[in-house]
């Protein structure tokens, strides 16, 4: 469960599921359709209030919400605007529109609209389009009429309202098969759905916004949604809470395994991030050559010196060493694949990153073999498609292939990007959407597994502490701003943990 409502991602076929136990509760399917419209209204009249206004309305429920907005709209207007600032178009015959489209429809023309057919010069120069063509479930691509329209709003940077999403865009995954609508706004209703999150479908969403239009959350219980919205409501109750009655190592012991001389800054940055996230006492396990590395840049940060991977068992056989990242900067191959299984063999909290990851990637069998339920795995797009290459297909959705992946490997998957999802084996999965361009920076994801590592030493759930690690990481990059290096993402980190307020007397 959540802290609040909101996190929910639904499916499209979630959104059908809601519908319909609303209208079988008794409530009339014209009245969502009558609520879903108002506020499609009212994003129209944030904008701009005098601005000509072109409605395109598609066959289904989705056109039957633009005449609805239409009528509303033009409604307003009467004692100020013209009605000749108001068109509406219709992909389609009035006569063959069914049920609650229908009802919209006539209610509009009783109210004095005209309905026109749609063609290609339906947008006009300097118009507010409100997209109500097709919704989140359209499954093919965009043709004909609509498909140069898309075009149209493009070229003559109309603004456009957009209702549920963007017509030629797959509410499921965020993908477009073919010419899409992009949004200024966009107004979807009872829950965002996983494409308003996922790119390219966010950005051609534009700013959305989710309206209450007379469903009760208690259905949620009953379509049971498995995909959400990363934000603090989703992992806050979980959070390590500071009192004044502990010391450091209630707060656990991250270890951080180092590469060689030449490789040692990945692990200070990792090792550096899990102190500053809180974990109570931070140690980098370091090949010896690279020992004197390490001591010479670190003070808090305390650093034990291996020679392979039977010496690194002995550190770890330390109990209260209870969370391990290995992969930033440890290097590719055998003597990886060795250190790696080493550290599953404890049976501890760990983050594999990096090379602990490519290293497995002709064996990922093995590796999958040692993992436990408190293992996080942080690929990149390249690391995921070596590591998964027959759950990854143009056929499955970001989403399906991420879950997929938790599943198969039976660890947390953490598949990095500007909409990073956070996969739980059992199905559970989150996508982040605070993450700007500066984070793409060298180091920033050795950052992000120090993070992980030190809630999961704080004894966070592991995908809690994953969803967590990837909001701050993401907070972190945008106080940094343009000209933001990976060194200084820590630095943000107590005032972002300070405006949790995770301290108690």
Sequence with gaps: MVDGPGCELISVEQMYAADRMTIEAGTPGIDLMESAGAAVAAAVLEFDPNAPVTVLCGPGNNGGDGFVAARLLMQGQKSDRNYDHLRLFLLGDVQDLKGDAAEAARRWAEAGGKTQPLTGDAIAEGDIIVDALFGAGLKRSLSGVPAELADTAKERAAFVVAVDV???????????????????????????????????????????TCADIGIASAVLSKISPKTFENDVRLWRRVMPVRAASTHKYSYGHALIVSGGPDQTGAARMSATAALRVGAGLVTIATPLAAASVHAAHETAIMVRPFADSHELGDILRDARKNAIVIGPGVGVGEYTQDLVLEVLS????????????????ADATTLFAALNEMCVLTPHGGEFARLFPDIVSAEASRLDQVRAAAEKSGAIVVLKGPDTLI?????????????????????????LAGLIGGLLAQGMPAWEAACAAVWMHGECGREGGPGLIATDLPRYLPQILENMDLFVD
Excluded: M, W
């Excluded at 404890?346 to 990637?361: I, K, Q």
């Excluded at 999965?429 to 993450?435: E, L």
């Design 166 to 208: 963007p017509t030629g865009i797959d509410g499921n995954s965020g993908q477009a098969e073919g010419p899409s609508f992009t949004a200024d706004r966009t107004v979807t209703f009872f829950r965002k759905k996983p494409g308003h999150c996922l790119y390219p479908g966010k950005e051609k969403c534009g700013l959305t």
């Design 346 to 361: 404890a049976g501890r909290a760990a983050v594999l990153d990096a090379d602990a990851l490519t290293s497995f990637e």
């Design 423 to 447: 996969a739980a084996p059992d199905g559970r999965v989150a996508i982040n959407g605070n993450a700007p361009p500066f984070l793409a920076t060298a180091g920033s994801g050795d950052v």
